[in-house]
């Protein structure tokens, strides 16, 4: 089973400024890895697929980079909405296993 | 629209079984895996198993593999996931959402919580 492990466990980052989350995979996962937002009280959305492709609906300030083991996702803006608990998932083989988290916090 | 509505909140002793449900709707049900999360109490998300409705062919992750049954109905758009006999530590929310191609979760289910205490 392949180990995903986000950093940092909490950001605390101002309104208006630039957020970077990473994820990191125990092997190769290549670019099969998305990243999806939970607010509180709500199920999970996602944001990114393929590393990289915004989903339906996704704002621009969102962007996803990365291959093989290593992958960030960036907010270049962070929105009042954008404050929320952050999940990668790999998708590459195996069950689907998901990293543990980054919640990102006002500052 | 594609919609996956979950049966309501649980409240069950040990030892009890159950069965909660996944209504899929405005997309072929027949062509989409569809998968289960669990999420315990201020944690994160846990990838338990997938079903395609299709065919019924079924993948566990090895942490839920023998600890509960995911099943569907293709006739009334419908996937389950089931417990013979529940513990305290079945406590969680428990989330259904669209696999694309077995991959990642485009659409979500709004959660259905599962409270197990005597």
């Known amino acids: 089973e392949i180990v995903m492990t986000q950093s940092p466990a909490t950001l605390s980052v101002s309104p208006g400024e630039r957020a970077t989350l990473s994820c990191r995979a125990s092997q190769s996962v290549s670019s099969n890895l998305a990243w999806y937002q939970q607010k509180p009280g709500q199920a999970p959305r996602l944001l990114i697929y393929d590393a990289s492709t915004r989903a339906t609906g996704i704002p621009a300030r969102f962007s996803g980079s990365g291959s093989g083991t290593e992958f960030t996702i960036t907010i270049s803006s962070l929105q009042s909405e954008d404050f929320a608990v952050y999940y990668c998932?790999?998708?590459?083989?195996?069950?689907?296993?998901f990293g543990q988290g980054t919640k990102v916090e006002i500052k | 629209e594609v919609q996956l509505v979950q049966s309501g909140a649980e409240v069950k002793k040990p030892g009890e079984s159950l069965k909660i449900s996944c209504k899929g709707s405005g997309y072929s049900f027949t062509s989409y895996w569809i998968g289960w999360v669990r999420q315990m109490p201020g944690k994160g998300l846990e990838w338990m198993g997938i079903i395609y409705p299709g065919d019924s062919d079924t993948k566990y992750s090895p942490s839920f593999q023998g600890q509960v049954t995911i099943s569907a109905d293709k006739s009334i758009s419908t996937a389950y996931l089931q417990w013979s006999s529940l513990k305290a530590s079945d406590t969680a929310m428990y989330y259904c959402?669209?696999?694309?191609?077995?991959?990642?979760?485009?659409?979500w289910g709004q959660g259905t919580l599962v409270t197990v205490s005597s």
């Open positions: 998932q790999q998708y590459n083989n195996g069950p689907r296993t």
């Open positions: 959402a669209r696999h694309l191609s077995g991959w990642y979760f485009d659409y």
